[in-house]
């Protein structure tokens, strides 16, 4: 039932409660308050639906991604073979659909290779701006990426395990995605860097 009809059988309600010979005074009082309420009502309802709305907005949409869609990425290197790939904590690297965060190429070439991450449908290129914590050239537990247009922030914080033969397997780890006017997001990891 609507709400304006709720109010109506409420004010009905009420005039049969009162004295049924109400002056047309008081019965305009009655409507008027009633319409306030209504429109009181409608305000609250109008300003949590815009407030739930603006909390979207303020959410990064971070999709988990598969290799067949990102091989779709035009100029990309070969995303099959050797990689650096971060799959999300509780999905399986082999029979997920979508098991992958994070995902950089390993090409044998002078310069790093982009990686990618995907927001929204889109795939975003991101370019390693920074590392730490690794001792002696140990791998990195701490690195940073960003987007070429400076839109997203990567940051990786990662408890590295064993290496085994040119494998280094990632035990655990986070992955927090910033973006400009957007709540950070986190993702728990585990994956490996390798061939």
Known sequence: MPVTAQFDNIRSDVSLLCDCRIDNKKEKEVKAWFNGLKFALFGI???????????????????????????????????????????QHDKDRWDSKYPFVFFQPLVDSPYPTEAYISVSGEFIALEEIATGGGENGDFPPYQFFHS????????????????????????SGLVTVIATGKKPFRSRVYGAKGC
């Open 45 to 87: 309802f109008l300003a949590m639906s815009f407030q739930a709305q603006a909390a979207d907005e303020l959410n990064i949409d971070l999709e988990l991604f598969n290799l067949d869609e990102l091989e779709k990425v035009p100029d990309i290197a070969p995303v099959r073979g050797c990689s650096y790939a971060l799959i």
């Open 148 to 171: 070429f247009d400076d839109e997203y922030l990567v940051f990786l914080d990662l408890v590295v395990g064993e290496a085994v033969a040119d494998i280094i397997e990632i035990d």
